[in-house]
């Protein structure tokens, strides 16, 4: 009799043994017991540290340079220049807006001291591979020019070197400034032709600045010019009707945008710029121009 109750106790607390473990095993934690003083307050985990590396492009901003402004190159190859040879990717698209000024000799407009600078519009959009399409209009009310072009760009290294050719319209009307109540008789005229240029461009990457020269080639022709309500040609016309040779200076910002100016030398026959009092000279003449504007 005390051997069977000695063998069930052995078997009682090996039942309860078996039973605390188990037990203990299928619970995920288990509660200890709280004693003051002892409480531990978990540190949340500490956010990563922020990358060295600047961000890309969001949206139309360019992430700025560590140190200020971009440089050519980055602006080159995401947004591109309207003046400095560039090869963004394609789908690109960059306009402008600027003034030029010519400083016409008064002793060749008969003492006229003052000229109305001209507003410019330049839009560019890149096809990719160095290939472009280009827009300008300038415009003085007298004097209109309309063009649209396309241009190839190619370079290595800082040097970079683009070729285009654009085609349109010069346009020249007196008929809102000079009319009826002028007190001049009504003078009323327009001169119109066709205009081709072919251009060269030679930019250099000095860092923050690019700078670029650019020689045209100007070509009108054949140009009709109405007075009153006669139509008529120009006797001396001819097809060349000049040249120009501008230097462009174009600086970089702390986002995707840019200021430009530049200036140079403009050789043209007399219609071309000044049409109103030389229609008909075959001359040419040198007169220095400046420009100015923004890219967006």
């Known amino acids: 009799m005390r051997g069977c109750t000695l063998f069930s106790a052995i078997v009682g607390v090996c039942v309860v043994v078996f039973c605390a473990q188990t037990a203990a095993a299928s619970s995920p934690t288990s509660t200890a017991a709280y004693t003051p003083g002892t409480d531990v307050v978990t540190q949340p985990a500490p956010a990563p540290a922020a990358s060295a590396e600047p961000l890309g492009p969001q949206g139309d901003v360019l992430a700025p340079e560590q140190h200020g402004t971009l440089t050519v190159e980055r602006v080159a190859q995401w947004r ?22 010519d400083a016409v000799d008064p002793a060749v407009v008969y003492g006229m001291t003052f000229r109305f600078p001209q507003l410019t519009l330049d839009a560019i959009g890149w096809l990719g591979n160095g290939w472009s399409l280009k827009g300008h209009i ?53 001169f119109v032709a066709p205009e081709y240029r072919p251009e060269l461009t030679l930019g250099y990457d000095f860092g923050k600045l690019a700078v670029s020269l650019r020689g045209s080639l100007l070509l009108m022709g054949p140009e009709r010019a109405r007075v009153g309500d006669t139509w008529g040609g120009f006797d001396n016309a001819h097809p060349f009707a000049g040249h120009s040779e501008m230097l462009y200076v174009e600086n970089t910002t702390k986002r995707s945008s840019v200021w430009y100016f530049g200036a140079g030398a403009m050789t043209t026959r007399a219609y071309y710029a000044l049409w109103i009092l030389f229609p008909d000279s075959p001359a040419l003449y040198t007169y220095p121009r400046m420009v100015v504007g923004y890219e967006y």
């Open 80 to 101: 591109g220049f309207l003046f400095y040879p560039s090869m963004p990717t394609a789908g690109t698209f960059r306009f402008a807006l600027g003034a030029s000024y």
């Open 138 to 190: 300038n415009s003085m009310i007298v004097l209109n020019e309309f063009l649209f072009g396309a241009g190839y760009t190619f370079g290595s290294g800082p040097l970079s070197l683009e070729i285009d050719a654009s085609v349109g319209v010069y346009v020249g009307s007196v008929g809102a400034v000079i009319g009826g109540t002028s007190g001049v008789g009504g003078f009323n005229a327009l």
